[in-house]
């Protein structure tokens, strides 16, 4: 029994190890660089990077050369089989107000080894909370909007479903 004990928080060691000293810079740059080819670029941000986490302060995101947000603070915290991507206070370009809510008070993405096809979404702002899902096998993102001002205003990109309007779209 003792040995079994003894195995098993080898094991944990080695894995809080493996995540402390995992070359998140790096992890963060390749990211970025297939960013890159899909035309986004993340520019002048200051990267920190603590124990579990990367840090990615006052980021401008550009699509295709062109300034589509402004984002206070990125953060990803990461432990093997759970990673979230946390976007806080993300100021929209006006010329796209008319396609997404505004202001954006934080976007959270998570994955799960529990569901390894889905990545969950949820927004926060000054609407009601909005949760979605984007399905790496399929390709599709859905997102489920409650919120009565949001649905008026972006009525024609919405779908009617059983559960209320929704956002759907294949990448």
């Given at each position: 029994m003792q040995m079994v004990r003894k195995g098993i928080v080898v094991?944990?060691?080695?894995?809080?190890?493996?995540?402390?000293?995992?070359?998140?810079?790096?992890?963060?740059?390749?990211?970025?660089?297939?960013?890159?080819?899909?035309?986004?670029?993340?520019?002048?941000?200051?990267?920190?990077?603590?124990?579990l986490s990367l840090t990615i302060y006052h980021p401008k995101i550009y699509l295709r050369g062109a300034l589509i947000a402004d984002v206070e603070k990125i953060k990803l915290?990461?432990?093997?089989?759970?990673?979230?991507?946390?976007?806080?206070?993300?100021?929209?370009?006006?010329?796209?107000?008319?396609?997404?809510?505004?202001?954006?008070?934080?976007?959270?993405?998570?994955y799960s080894l529990v569901n390894p096809t889905n990545l969950s979404i949820l927004a926060t702002g000054d609407f009601e909370n909005i949760k979605g899902q984007l399905s790496l096998k399929n390709r599709k993102v859905h997102i489920d909007i409650a919120d009565k001002k949001l649905v008026n205003k972006f009525k024609s990109q919405l779908i009617k479903g059983e559960n209320g309007w929704y956002y759907e779209t294949s990448l």
């Open positions: 094991f944990i060691v080695i894995l809080l190890s493996l995540a402390i000293f995992s070359p998140k810079r790096e992890i963060y740059h390749l990211l970025e660089e297939k960013l890159m080819q899909n035309g986004i670029i993340i520019d002048d941000e200051e990267i920190d990077d603590g124990l915290w990461t432990i093997f089989f759970y990673s979230r991507l946390a976007i806080g206070h993300i100021k929209i370009d006006s010329s796209l107000e008319k396609f997404v809510p505004s202001p954006i008070t934080k976007v959270q993405f998570s």
